[in-house]
């Protein structure tokens, strides 16, 4: 089942405020590209957005929710790579690949590996080296446990055959913080 409705020819489109479910926590990366669509919408569409936060269970908590809303285009929902995970994890209702129709990519956000300029690192390869005579001493954060960053840096330690501890956050928005004050050997986003 389709979770946006095209409305019919002719009938005006929305007539009310559209409620977007961002399935993690506030001030992630998610949910400022919502909040900034946000500010767009009374100009573009003459209604609202109104954005919810609904984290939990690595996003099958907000995707629950708009999988289970009525099909008339007034719940939609944002999304990052994950959605694809939850499959994988069991950890929803539904099938969202049949259950959810895309509507338009917003943005394209690639991994990034961020380090502070003072490793002894500055290379990827440099990093591995250093692992492999470092086991168990680096200490990469990411966004959460089931996390594509967390599934990243987990085949890097696989591939790699290295011990990077994973340090998971309950959600984006808490990183900048721990960025800032670099709490950790890295940070994979």
Known sequence: MEKVAIPA???KYPEKP????VPYNAGGGLDLTARSLEKLAIKHLGQPLTIINKPGSAGALGWNEVAAAPTDGYTIG??????LLLSLYGSGKYNYITALSPLAQVTAVPPLLAVQADQPWQTLND????ARKHPGQLKFGNVGTGSFPH???????HDAEIDIEQVPFSGGGGDNTRII????SAYFC
């Open 78 to 83: 944002a999304t990052a790579s994950e959605l």
């Open 127 to 130: 990093l591995i080296e250093y």
């Open 181 to 184: 004050r670099w709490s950790y």
């Open 9 to 11: 020819k002719n009938q």
């Open 151 to 157: 599934i990243l840096c987990e085949m890097l330690n």
């Open 18 to 21: 559209i409620t977007v479910i």
